[in-house]
């Protein structure tokens, strides 16, 4: 970061105001600059992106192993194991068959940790016996086979075929699954959504309030408002920990696409890159506006002690998003994906369930700015008002009240 | 020329600055002067716009003051602050580019002035890890950064050393005779009377007294130190003068009748030698003392 954005000027008098460049740009400036050396800041950047990695890491790594299970059966039924051997998806289950003489032979190789499962034909069907839990993996391929092979048996003797049997069963099948699975990745991502949103908001809204308080705190405020404007001080704190809030939320949503690339759910990157998008400009939005409370949170204080008390409801109100984009569902679902500040996390996840059509996220969009900006006018007056007074902590009645 | 005329500004039911008036040439050091709670702090404050103007205004060159010529002033709050995790240097430089200078000027203009305090070597050190009077400093710096074009430092001398109040005063009288009008409160009457060209005490929120420091002197009492050969217990016989202390053969008188001393001073030769008879000028603090009393 360099500190001069433009050149020298040797031929001019040392003030030109006009000239300059904007105070809530150097103040922008400013609010990056210590972003990015604050130690604190970058480790926890770090290391949330090594926990995203490692989580995705964790899942790539998950899929592709191969579980290899030994299963047991005596001579009666070695065909059916044989058949579950040769028809397991080799990628992910391999089955080695160990013959058994009799039961308790097979019984005593289970035991005996030699094999993983006894498969063996019970009174009301097949059994896979295993030693005291059961594996899932081995479990579903077992099951999927001999659901087949039983099946083309009873076919054959009622003379039709499997494929008869199950025409137009199919279709539906493939398409309950790949639903399936998408829903489950955007619950996931949803999740990931509001997670984000609320430690975004509230991390950076701590850093808001107490820059703020800093310079209340350490009266180099009433240097600064005699030198520029205090709605310029204002717009600057806003814009440059907004930039650094939204360049973190890039880096991580693109650091979790890339893994989501990665692993099984590849074919989806297409479907959540778009409800992505639309979080991100939802982001923007929602963050502005809580920003700038958080910004007159900061200036209801006077040290920093008051920031606990002064910024609790904003920290409700927070929370408040997080959990009901949990465990809000039906129709509180859809009203409060257009209300602000909900609608910047529950509208985009709505979007990513497929639950939303593209009007209603602008809507909510709209909506959610026309807030963020009547917010900010809102915070302002606060902002400005309470900010050169000095002594203690202010009631919202107060600053708002209180003479310039 | 900074108009200061009829300020008024209160708190509830208090009113910390009682219709205020006078006036900040240029080339003029003016001392304001007032005891705490005199209205010092508020009147600089509405000056700079920091705080609301019940009544009366502030003229800039003839005009009601606007924000952008109150940008241009140079301010020293009385309550004194920086951020204390920024190095002095950068901490100037950002300070003076919000006063609309470039990051190359405020550099350059930032170390000829931590040079002049002898803070040269402190340029990259934060600011918490400064002595407290060496953060005055930097803030003093920070006020004169940008060559402003009126200067309004509520104590600047406060907490410094004598070498840094020399520098200082230089720095003042410097600034002004580059014809900018330069407003300081302070609480050292001896430095305010060595340095000012211009007093205004404030008591109580009023303007109680306003001129040049001879012109004050000239409203307090006159007085002579006489004394004789003999005992000079006589004098409290004497009309026209008030003895306002007498110590056998020397005494401190003060000329209530125009003319007195000078009967006072043929009767003296005449019952003796007269060793010494001068003429006591007041000094600022007893003039002050008085006003502000009054």
Known sequence: MTTTTRPVRTDAPATTPEAATAPWLLVARREIVVRLTDKAFLFGTLFTILLICGFTGWQVYDASRTSEYTVTATPGDREMADRVAAEAPEDTVAVDVEPAADDAAARSLVLAGDADAWL???EDGW?????????AGLTRVTQDVVRTAVLERQAEA?????????????????????????????EFVGFAFGFLFYIAALSFGYVIANSVVEEKQSRVVEIITTSIPVRHLLAGKIVGNSLIAILQMVLYAGIGLVGIALTEYSGLVTVVTGPVAWYLVFFVAGFAALAALWAAAGALASRTEDIQSTTAPLLMLVLAVFFAAMLVEGTARTVLSFVPPFSAVLMPTRLLEGGAAWWEAVVALVLLMATAVAIVGVAQRLYRRSLLQTGGRLSLRQAWSAPE | MLEISELTRRFGDVTAVDGVSFDVLGGVLTGFVGGNGAGKTTTMRMVMGVLGIDAGEVRWHGRPVTPQDQR?????????GLYPKQRVLDQLVYLGQLKGMSAGEAGRTAEEHLERFGLADRARSRVEELSLGNQQRVQVVAALLHGPTALVLDEPFSGLDPTAVDAMADLLRERCATGVPVLFS?????LVEQLCDRLVIL????????????????????????????????????????????????????????????????????????????????????????????
């Open chain 2, 72 to 80: 241009r002033f140079g301010y020293m709050p009385e309550e004194r």
């Open chain 1, 120 to 122: 063996h034909l019970g």
């Open chain 1, 158 to 186: 009622l003379g039709t075929t499997t494929a008869e049997l199950e025409a137009g069963s199919e279709v539906s099948t493939s398409l309950l699954r790949g639903d399936a699975r998408q829903s489950r990745l955007a």
């Open chain 1, 127 to 135: 059994v896979l016996t295993t030693e005291d839990s059961e594996n």
């Open chain 2, 203 to 294: 008591a109580d929120g009023r303007v109680v007294a306003a001129g040049g420091a001879d012109e004050l002197r000239s409203q307090g009492p006159v007085r002579y130190r006489m004394t004789c050969e003999h005992d000079t217990g006589w004098l409290r016989e004497v009309r026209g003068v008030h003895v306002v202390d007498l110590d056998g053969r020397s005494a401190l008188l003060e000329v209530v009748e125009h003319g007195a001393e000078q009967v006072v001073l043929r009767d003296a030769t005449a019952r003796g030698a007269v060793h010494e008879f001068s003429l006591v000028r007041p000094a600022l603090a007893d003039i002050y003392r008085e006003v502000a009393t009054r």
């Open chain 2, 186 to 190: 302070s609480h050292q009457l001896d």
